[in-house]
C-alpha cells in the first residue's frame, strides 16, 4: 500500500526552525519525483520544493530559497523539509506528494500520491 505521512508541524515564533519529514511507504522515492506543496487558508495549494534523483532536480520557490533546505533519504525512503527563519506567512498546511513520472513540476494533477499534511503555524 502506497502511502505519505508528513510529521513535524506545530507552532514556532517569527525566525524559528521547524524540520518536517516525509516517510514514503509502498513504493521507492527514488524512483519518483517527489514534491513539497504548502495550502495557506483560503489560498491555493503552492509547490515549494521538489527532488528527482533520477532527473537530478532540486526545486525551490523563491520565496524560500534561501531559508528552506530539501534532504532525501533515499536508503530509508525519507525526505526532510528543514525550514529556517519561518514567517508568518509561512503558516499553511504542508504536504509531500509523489509523481510516478519523475519529473519536478508544480502542477498538482501530476503527482499520484499524497500525504494527509501536517500543520505549520509562525505567530508571536
Known amino acids: 500500500q502506497v502511502q505519505l505521512v508528513e510529521s513535524g508541524g506545530g507552532l514556532v515564533q517569527p525566525g524559528g526552525s521547524l524540520r518536517l519529514s516525509c516517510t514514503a511507504s509502498g513504493f521507492s522515492v527514488d524512483n519518483y519525483a517527489i514534491g513539497w506543496f504548502r495550502q495557506a487558508p483560503v489560498k491555493a495549494r503552492e509547490a515549494i520544493s521538489c527532488?528527482?534523483?533520477?532527473?537530478?532536480?532540486?526545486y525551490y520557490l523563491d520565496s524560500v530559497k534561501v531559508r528552506f533546505l530539501l534532504s532525501a533519504y533515499y536508503a530509508r525512503n525519507i525526505l526532510l523539509l528543514q525550514m529556517t527563519d519561518l514567517k508568518p506567512e509561512d503558516t499553511a498546511v504542508y504536504y509531500c506528494a509523489a509523481a510516478r513520472r519523475a519529473t519536478c513540476t508544480h502542477h498538482l494533477d501530476h503527482y499520484d500520491y499524497w500525504g494527509q499534511g501536517t500543520q505549520v503555524t509562525v505567530s508571536s
Open positions: 527532488i528527482s534523483r533520477s532527473e537530478g532536480s532540486l
